[in-house]
């Protein structure tokens, strides 16, 4: 999911909330049973369960948008100004509400998970995650650790490009060990998939420690960047074969 489709998610669930909102107080007024049937049919899981959802498939989108908008000067434009009020937005879901809803996940037991009410606001923070240990439900805030500490990796380390493919490396290392321990998600495939794809991305940093200062003998240079692009096409390819599978 790209910024564009992202932005295009965000303005269809703004559009839910006002038709919701409008539909709600047309049955309060009139009391309408079938205008109260639509409302409901709109708004359901909508609030927190389309918040969550969005957040989740675009968390690393909102982190990068959001470091790029708020370390950008702002000029006093209308679009400058919209940006900077939408990345606001962002930021809260990203660092502030997917967070805590994830450490609140934790500290839940399961029967208090499967309640049907429980389920339908918060059922998208583990609809594809083992929630019997907390080490399991730990799941969601880990990934969004990962994530976090990659852009900040990718952003704050641009000047000493060594340390920045290190902490990279250690970080997927440290969540290899906690997918082959734990196996928090549902599905096998899934958990393998997991840790398949951090595997595969470990390798390709690897090769990239080459290109960095650490490495002052530049040889081979080209040998391994022919390496490192086959092993990228390779592994687009077996994610688009799984995606169509």
């Not at 709600?24 to 899981?45: E, H, M, P, Q, T």
């Not at 900077?84 to 962002?90: A, D, F, K």
């Not at 196996?183 to 595969?200: A, C, G, M, Q, S």
């Amino acid at each position: 999911m790209n910024l564009k489709t992202v932005s295009i998610v965000i303005i269809i669930f703004i559009l839910r909330v006002i038709i919701s909102s409008f539909l709600k107080l047309i049955y309060k007024l009139g009391k309408y049973k079938c205008v109260n049937k639509f409302y409901k049919k709109i708004a359901d899981g909508l609030y927190f369960s389309s918040v969550i959802g969005l957040t989740l498939e675009s968390y690393l989108e909102f982190l990068i948008s959001t470091w790029f908008t708020l370390t950008q000067p702002i000029n006093g434009q209308n679009g400058d100004i919209i940006s900077l009020s939408i990345s606001c937005v962002i930021a809260f879901l990203a660092l502030i509400f997917l967070p805590v809803s994830s450490i609140w996940m934790i500290f839940q037991d399961t029967k208090t998970l499967l309640k049907k009410r429980i389920e339908k606001t918060w059922g998208e923070l583990y609809y594809d995650v083992k929630i019997k240990t907390a080490p399991q439900r730990a799941f969601r805030i880990s990934h969004g650790i990962k994530a976090l500490v990659f852009v900040l990796a990718s952003f704050l380390l641009r000047e000493n490009n060594c340390l920045q493919i290190e902490v990279i490396l250690i970080l997927n290392l440290c969540f290899i060990i906690y997918i082959g321990s734990i196996r928090p998600l549902i599905w096998v495939f899934d958990n393998k998939l997991e840790l398949f794809n951090t595997t595969y991305i470990s390798m390709i940093f690897i090769f990239s420690i080459v290109y960095s200062d650490f490495y002052d003998i530049k040889v081979g240079e080209d040998t391994l960047g022919m390496i490192s692009i086959a092993l990228i096409a390779f592994f687009i390819l077996i994610n688009i074969l799984i995606v169509f599978y």
